[in-house]
């Protein structure tokens, strides 16, 4: 026998009645991890949204996109893979954790200095935000940078650092994908306007809400 | 959308005397200061198992409370419910993978989650294994189970994980359109012609006890419960969460002329609490264990679409591809 619903859809799948175990799933079968940024609104600094989990760089965007902005206002988006971004150790809140650590020597620096991206986690719960590009030829000489030019103005939790070119970024000429039509107002709950419809319903038929 | 009703059951890793003290002391302190904790900090066994637990659950409930009012898209009545409906739902899976990234900073891999909830190891939301016979059920839902999960998810925003709180805040943001959604639809259909009111009624009747259930039995307070609370992963008990659903809906209902069916939902003036008949907890633990009327046919759907992309995804993996979990 197989599996009848209430849909009529699910019914036609045939599906068996039983329920199946699987076997685990394959490690990757989920993909690898991407953690992306949004820009809220023009001149805004990039903000940590999230991770998504994508096969490459242009589908971990589109995901991105959907999942990041798909509901709220935003101009921007940038996609780092996780492997990508090195992380400092996490501080007490209201302390700078370029006060307290120890910038280690680098296995290995690039012949030219190359950019990197900086992001700041001011409290923990809050998300990182950007907080410059510095250039430098290895990772702990990119944060001895950012300490300089950014370090100052502390509480600093936290520091993300990412090189450039691992940073997939939404493109000027392509603004207008952020465009919203405005016929997708039904997705606000602004557009729902109830209290007419009972206040009139009330008076006809004298309920009350005790 | 949310899957309330976590039972805290107690693990092997209550005992906290395998805890390192200084680490659990500074553990204890920086909760007590209010700040977040974020996942490369170090936590106590049980935090991290609960936690997970919690998590989990409720990302599977996203994803599997999708599929009763998923069914409707089709058969909503006009375009513009159709659209909404669909928005409301692309919604609900999104937040699972919010939810499942959230977890995983935790330890256990989107692919081991998913894995126990096909082989019924995980639950969900035990609301979701009751039908939506009708288009008034799939309304009921947008409302009731929203509402019910608002008022889950608002006080678990305020936990002590950090990437758990980030999901929870833009979730919230989301899910304020759901319910203005629902009770939008409820209310269209209370103040429309007698065969409308009928079915709202009718789905009302239908959902109540499953409405009751939602946010799980009384919670037994024991050292376990006070650990958690006091380390802000559980924010509110079962009780306080259905007490203050049932403050701010039975109102509600009862303005557009519905009726509760339960003769015994009364406010006590005095006491300031709801009264009502104690659901069922024999059906709901039978439920929840498998014995539902749709706990195979979410589990089927469910299976068959992981199942139907598996080709696509191998051929869409990079072979140098190396798992990281994700930052925060």
Known sequence: ?210 | MYGGGNVFEATKFDDLQTEDPAKLAEFEARIARGEKIEPNDWMPQLYRKQLIRMIEQHAHSEIIGALPEGTWITRAPGFRRKMAQMAKVQDEVGHAQLLYSAAETLGKTREQMLTDLINGKSKYSNVFNYPAFTWADSNIISWLIDAGAIVNQMANAKGSYGPYSRALERICAEEAFHLKYGHDAVVHMATGSPKQREMIQAALNRWWPPIMTFFGPSDKMSTHTETLMRWKVKMASNDECRQQFLDMYVPKIWELGLTVPDPNLKKNMETGQWEYTEPDWDEFKRVINGDGPCNAERLAVRRTAEERGAWVRRALLNPKAKYVKPLA
């Not at chain 1, 012949?111 to 590009?133: M, T, V």
Request: charged share 30%; aromatic share 10%; proline share 5%.
């Open chain 1, 1 to 210: 026998m197989s599996l009848k619903s209430l849909d009529p859809r699910v019914t036609r799948l045939n599906l068996p009645e039983e329920v199946l175990i699987i076997e685990p799933k394959q490690e990757l079968d989920q993909f690898e991890t991407y953690e992306a940024f949004h820009q809220k609104k023009e001149g805004a600094a990039y903000t940590y949204v999230g991770p998504v989990h994508a096969p490459n760089e242009d589908v971990a965007f589109l995901f991105a996109k959907e999942q990041y902005s798909r509901r709220f206002a935003c101009v921007g988006i940038w996609v780092a893979r996780t492997e990508h971004i090195q992380v400092t150790p996490y501080t007490n809140d209201g302390e700078n954790v370029y006060d307290m650590m120890r910038v280690e020597e680098p296995a290995g620096r690039s012949e030219q200095p190359e950019a990197y991206e900086i992001f700041h986690l001011k409290k923990r719960g809050k998300a990182h935000a950007h907080a410059g590009r510095v250039m430098a030829t290895s990772y702990q000489e990119a944060l001895q940078e950012a300490r300089k030019q950014y370090g100052e103005k502390g509480p600093i939790v936290n520091v993300w650092v990412v090189k450039s070119k691992h940073v997939l970024q939404s493109a000027e000429e392509d603004k207008d994908m952020w465009t919203t039509i405005p016929e997708k107002k039904y997705r606000e709950a602004i557009a729902y306007r109830v209290m007419d419809k009972i206040t009139k319903y009330k008076e006809e038929n004298q309920t009350t809400a005790q």
